[in-house]
């Protein structure tokens, strides 16, 4: 799989836009992007994944270079509760056989401290 | 909404005991995994689970441990002989369908002492 860079940590205020990025510079054409987010004392949940467009969703949005080397989730309104470690993980586009292992590789991630 | 379920939240054994880690998936889904996160320390794949038999294992996933989905609503980790470095965050997780995502479980803490 190939491998994502991302900050240690980020900081924002809440009710204010966050812009986390994540540099993905061997990303191959059928590697998707997903973004997990782990909350403190929780289990990772999923927030969004796209392969080239834009994405949106009720949770966030993602936005994916042209060249696909690099991608940048957008939370909208930070709120208290979106403190969490964030991760951008590839992976490569299913496979359309069943039992596929599709397992997720788990870097380090972004924490994300959010401000009142 | 429908979510998974692990139990128990925490467990305390020690070492050389066998433990079971019991996980409920959410009812449609076809592919189980169960990950580890010891402390302060990245998520770790273990093991997947698909049409009653292990797709994939990781290098931690040795004879000690094994995975059962023994009726038709749960899904377990044994581990056969704790260690201490076994003491670490269980997550069980599930998807619908190989285009899905996963779903987690809120974890088992496991001590081993």
């Known amino acids: 799989d190939a491998k994502t860079t991302q900050p240690n940590s980020m900081e924002s205020n809440e009710e204010e836009p966050v812009h986390l990025p994540c540099n993905h510079s061997t990303i191959s054409g059928t590697d998707y992007i997903h973004w997990y987010r782990q909350l403190p004392s929780q289990g990772p949940e999923y927030v969004i994944h796209?392969?080239?467009s834009n994405v949106n969703n009720r949770m966030a949005s993602l936005a994916i270079a042209e060249d696909r080397k690099s991608s940048t989730l957008i939370l909208h309104r930070a709120t208290l509760r979106d403190a969490a470690v964030y991760y951008c993980?590839?992976?490569?586009?299913?496979?359309?056989?069943?039992?596929?292992?599709?397992?997720?590789?788990f870097g380090t991630g972004t924490l994300l401290a959010v401000q009142p | 909404e429908p979510e998974v379920t692990q139990t128990p939240s925490h467990q305390v054994t020690q070492m050389g005991q066998e433990v079971i880690l019991r996980c409920v998936p959410i009812s449609n889904h076809l592919y189980f995994y169960w990950y580890r996160q010891i402390l302060g320390q990245k998520v770790e794949f273990l093991v997947s689970?698909?049409?009653?038999?292990?797709?994939?294992k990781s290098e931690i996933f040795d004879d000690q441990f094994s995975v059962e989905r023994p009726d038709g609503s749960n899904f377990t980790l044994k581990i056969r002989s704790t260690k201490l470095e076994d003491s670490a965050m269980y997550f069980c997780?599930?998807?619908?369908?190989?285009?899905?995502?996963?779903?987690f479980g809120p974890g088992t803490r496991l001590t081993v002492t």
């Open positions: 993980i590839l992976r490569d586009r299913e496979p359309i056989y069943g039992g596929a292992t599709n397992k997720l590789i």
């Open positions: 689970f698909y049409n009653n038999e292990i797709s994939e």
């Open positions: 796209g392969l080239t």
């Open positions: 997780a599930s998807r619908r369908d190989i285009h899905y995502e996963q779903y």
